[in-house]
Nanobody
Framework: QGSVAESGGGSVRAGGSLKLSCVGS?????????RGWFRQAPGKDREGAAV???????????DSVEGRFTISVDNSQEDRALMNLQMDSLKHDDTAVYYC??????????????????????WGQGTQVTVSS
């Protein structure tokens, strides 16, 4: 049974940077999965922040993070997928629990709802990111 786990959250002042990492393990075909970062602020629904296609050649960003966040993957290890989210120019509104997620890649998913949390079925436990003003 495959699983994903996040690391790298923390507290930072507005304008600062943080890097989140996600490790997928327990499965040998992570390179076939779309993966992404989702976040949930207190009192709000979970939303997609950045997602990347199975081969790493296509990405989608939420408008709110476009130009500030960068998602990347490392598929060099077949049984241990690595995914990172570099977050720069952080704002107070970026404060949330950030989740790593994965879903079996399909053209339908990628064209219709790549940033929808409902399309993803592997989830990490989340890591807190707090940005102070």
């Amino acid at each position: 049974q495959g699983s994903v786990a996040e690391s790298g959250g923390g507290s930072v002042r507005a304008g600062g940077s943080l890097k989140l990492s996600c490790v997928g393990s327990g499965y040998t075909s992570w390179y076939k999965y779309a993966r992404g970062w989702f976040r949930q602020a207190p009192g709000k629904d979970r939303e997609g922040a950045a997602v990347i296609s199975a081969n790493g050649n296509s990405v989608h960003y939420a408008d709110s993070v476009e130009g500030r966040f960068t998602i990347s993957v490392d598929n060099s290890q077949e049984d241990r997928a690595l995914m990172n989210l570099q977050m720069d120019s952080l704002k107070h509104d970026d404060t949330a629990v950030y989740y790593c997620a994965a879903a079996w890649y399909s053209d339908y998913l990628w064209s219709v709802a790549p940033l929808s949390p409902k399309a993803y079925n592997y989830w990490g436990q989340g890591t807190q990111v707090t940005v102070s003003s």
